[in-house]
Nanobody
């Protein structure tokens, strides 16, 4: 069973924008803290942003001010608006419940930023 389905990635030029979506399943979505993670080749997957059930957000310093995480609990969906993209943002982006990283992950969506 696929718990998370990411979409919206693609190839963009530096300075451009993308909007990622994460469709999640499960009855606990509305009370869960959901994070966006990214993983570049040869590197560990890392948390870049998260949003609590109440809408409180947190961002990694490298993308703070450029990315915005949001959620729509009625749609079981989390979004990541990515602006002013840089080449170093190139990675596969995943969404997942924070604190439950051991559980199955989705396929992720590839973001490639050309310079």
């Amino acid at each position: 069973q696929v718990q998370f389905v990411e979409s919206g990635g693609g190839l963009v030029q530096a300075g451009g924008s993308l909007s990622l979506s994460c469709a999640a399943s499960g009855s606990t979505f509305s009370i869960a803290t959901i994070g966006w993670y990214h993983q570049a080749p040869g590197k560990q997957r890392e948390l870049v942003a998260h949003i609590t059930s109440g809408g409180s957000t947190n961002y990694a310093d490298s993308l703070k001010g450029r990315f915005t995480i949001s959620r729509d609990n009625a749609k079981n969906t989390v979004y990541l608006q990515m602006n002013s993209l840089k080449s170093e943002d190139t990675a596969v982006y995943y969404c997942h419940t924070v604190g439950f990283e051991w559980s199955p992950w989705g396929q992720g969506t590839q973001v490639i930023v050309s310079s």
